[in-house]
Nanobody
C-alpha cells in the first residue's frame, strides 16, 4: 500500500522560508516523477512543482519560479520543496503526489498523478 506523508508546514511571516518533506512508503519512487500541488482557501488545487527521473528535470509554476526548489533523496524515498521568500498568497495546504506508472517527463496536471498525501498546511502572515 503506497503512502505519501508530508511534513514541514507551519505558520511563518512573509519573507521567511520553509522546507516541506514528503516521505513515500510501500513503493520505491526513485525513477518516478514526483510533484507538489497546493490548494489555497477558496481555490482549486494547483500545480506547484515537479521533478523527474533526473534531478535536472524540473518544472515550476510561474508563481513560484525562482523562490521554490524541488529536490529528491532517492535513498530516503523522499521529495522536498524548499520555499524561500514566502508570500501571503503562498498560504495553502500543500500536497505531494506520485504516479502509478513511470514517465520520462514532468507534468503539471493532476491526472498524471495517482497517489496523494494528506497535505500539510502552510500559512504565511503579512
Amino acid at each position: 500500500q503506497v503512502q505519501l506523508v508530508e511534513s514541514g508546514g507551519g505558520l511563518v511571516q512573509a519573507g521567511a522560508s520553509l522546507r516541506l518533506s514528503c516521505a513515500a512508503s510501500g513503493r520505491t519512487f526513485s525513477s518516478y516523477t514526483l510533484g507538489w500541488f497546493r490548494q489555497g482557501p477558496g481555490k482549486e488545487r494547483e500545480f506547484v512543482a515537479a521533478i523527474g527521473w533526473s534531478d535536472s528535470l524540473t518544472l515550476y509554476a510561474d508563481s513560484v519560479k525562482g523562490r521554490f526548489t524541488i529536490s529528491r533523496d532517492n535513498a530516503k524515498n523522499t521529495v522536498y520543496l524548499q520555499m524561500n521568500s514566502l508570500k501571503p498568497e503562498d498560504t495553502a495546504v500543500y500536497y505531494c503526489a506520485a504516479p502509478s506508472q513511470y514517465y520520462r517527463g514532468v507534468y503539471d496536471y493532476q491526472s498524471a498523478y495517482d497517489y496523494w498525501g494528506q497535505g500539510t498546511q502552510v500559512t504565511v502572515s503579512s
